[in-house]
């Protein structure tokens, strides 16, 4: 089966990218409204959590990728917390559609990000489904052909019985999912990390708290991939600084993992080494960058000074302790969400030391 489609208008199939902490979301544009009976309770009520909640003027977090065909199908994949939910109409479309995500290949370094013609195929290339170990079946075995995903699929449904209308199953994936999934991109990392000086073990926490290793993720603001590149800033800013020609990298190019993770390590240099430049411990730079890859580094000096002064700013950092700036960023640098970002990122840093 060989599936096309176009990117931007709702055809036989459509490619939802989302980009929430919690489970389950439509992709709209934010035109429209969410339809929350279109869901079911549990569902609905995360939906309206996002849209409604405390945090529903914060950037839009991509972990979840989602996908429907034609109103017939809804596959929901989290990457942050490691699930798959299916639900369909009839029970025969629930094994397909289940069948079909557990095979398909959602990597961008294998599909084209655009018209996505490969998607729901093995590739000749890796012979391995996208989520490969990352779930396993009722025998606990990792699922690589069609056999053994239509026999999982089967045993997934064999007692289903209709909610609301439709047939609905959760898959887990095993505990160490992120393990796996982050993976496939240390070797990129590394390699970036030593072209532009920046340590692997930052690039992957940066990277698993951006995106959750979802490779297709794409933010409310349009951040792209992995590490949540915005084109006209971060792409635009690595172009002409450091390759010395403008250029805006297309979303295209920013879905490869290799191009959007050498550009992440190019621009957390450039924040080192341009932006951030005068603040003289490494450790209290290292922080600087992280907040400033975050919520950028003006607001770090808005943060520190009131008028946004550089040079007060650094003169106040360069006075602080290394414990007492880790504080004030985490307690008191005016976004929130760089607050709570600055304390992911260094908390994930350690599982990632020993690279």
């Known amino acids: 089966m060989r599936i096309k489609f176009n990117w931007f208008q709702s055809m036989q199939i459509q490619l939802c990218l989302i980009v929430v902490a919690v489970v389950g979301c439509l992709w709209v544009s934010q035109t429209q409204a969410i339809d929350y009976d279109a869901y079911d309770e549990d569902v609905a009520a995360l939906l309206w959590e996002f849209q409604n909640g405390p945090d529903s003027n914060v950037a839009i977090k991509p972990s979840v990728l989602v996908f429907n065909d034609a109103g017939e199908t809804d596959t929901i994949i ?13 029970v025969a479309q629930l094994r397909e559609a289940i069948v079909q995500v557990l095979l398909t290949q959602i990597d961008p370094s294998v599909i084209d990000a655009k018209t996505a013609s490969d998607f729901g195929l093995i590739n000749d290339r890796t012979r391995k489904p996208f989520l490969w170990k990352q779930i396993v079946d009722h025998s606990g075995q990792p699922i690589e052909f069609a056999w053994r995903a239509e026999r999982f699929a ?8 209709p909610q609301n209308g439709r047939y609905k199953v959760r898959i887990d994936m095993i505990a ?43 933010s409310g603001s349009n951040a792209l991939g992995l590490m949540q590149i915005k084109a006209d ?3 635009r800013d690595y172009f002409s600084i450091l390759k010395g020609y ?3 990298p297309s979303a295209s190019y920013l879905y490869k993992p290799s191009n959007n993770i050498e550009v992440a390590a190019g621009y957390l240099h450039i924040l080192g080494n341009r932006y951030l430049s005068g603040i003289r411990h490494p450790e209290k730079l290292e922080y600087a960058i992280i907040s400033s890859y975050n919520g950028g580094a003006g607001n770090l000096w808005r ?9 007060k700013s650094l ?18 640098h005016i976004r929130a969400e760089t607050r709570n970002y600055l304390k992911k990122v260094t908390a994930k840093q350690k599982k990632y030391s020993h690279l």
Do not use: C
């Not at 989290?78 to 009839?90: P, Q, Y």
């Not at 089967?154 to 019985?161: A, C, G, I, R, V």
């Not at 943060?303 to 040079?311: E, I, R, T, V």
């Not at 003169?315 to 008191?332: E, G, P, Q």
């Open 176 to 218: 160490q999912h992120k393990d796996i999934a982050g993976g496939k991109y240390v070797q990129l990392a590394k390699a970036a990390g030593r072209q532009y000086g920046v340590p692997v073990s930052l690039m992957m926490a940066i990277m698993e708290t951006e995106s959750s290793f979802n490779p297709m993720a794409r």
């Open 303 to 311: 943060s520190l000074d009131s008028k946004g002064n550089k040079a």
């Open 315 to 332: 003169a106040r950092i360069n006075k602080m302790s290394v414990s007492d700036f880790y504080w004030f960023l985490t307690h008191k």
């Open 246 to 248: 403008q250029h805006t």
């Open 154 to 161: 089967q045993h997934l449904t064999q007692n289903s019985q």
């Open 78 to 90: 989290d990457f942050e917390n490691g699930f798959v939910l299916v639900r369909a109409i009839t």
């Open 233 to 235: 800033t971060a792409g």
